[in-house]
């Protein structure tokens, strides 16, 4: 397969190869790299917005991949999704809070009357933003424990 591979089918090449895998298996970069005909360190960028799109297709299908440090990307077990997905829960909530750091510390003395009242607005919501998205990681952090007291008795 010397040819060119048109860089709309290179996600679709990789998404193929992952369906065939079991849960557990890793691919490593070195067999990525030929699937797609990118080279990781040379076009970083490229490789890794491959396996984005990738891993976007593959949750329609309810299968997805993990980054294994070093070595490549690992089919997540099933039980394995809700600590994935906490992973990334907790990071989108980083996010909202250096956004709202960011409007705390703004020099609102120095500002327009328009945009100090844009500021009001946005920082009221973020404000409960913020609170909603505590509130909301601590009850995930006591709901994924094995014998979570907000979690129904098993049977």
């Known amino acids: ?12 090449l990789l998404y193929d190869r992952i369906l065939l895998m079991q849960y557990g298996e890793t691919l490593l970069h070195k067999e990525i790299e030929t699937i797609i005909q990118e080279n990781k360190n040379i076009n970083e960028s490229k490789y890794f917005s ?3 799109k990738t891993k976007r297709e593959l949750l329609k299908v309810s299968k997805t991949i993990k ?10 077990n099933p039980d394995d999704y809700t600590d994935l997905s906490l992973k990334h829960i907790k990071s989108g909530f980083k996010q909202v809070d250096k956004g709202y750091n960011i409007l705390q510390f703004a020099p609102v003395n120095q500002m327009s009357k328009e945009g100090l009242q844009r500021h009001r607005h946005v920082s009221d919501r973020a404000m409960s933003l913020q609170a909603m998205m505590a509130g909301g990681c601590t009850e995930l952090k006591l ?13």
């Open 50 to 52: 491959i396996i984005a």
């Open 67 to 76: 980054s294994v440090t070093g070595q490549g990307y690992q089919v997540v």
């Open 1 to 12: 397969m010397n040819e060119l591979i048109k860089k709309e089918e290179k996600w679709k």
């Open 143 to 155: 709901l994924n424990k094995k014998q979570s007291k907000l979690l129904p008795l098993s049977e």
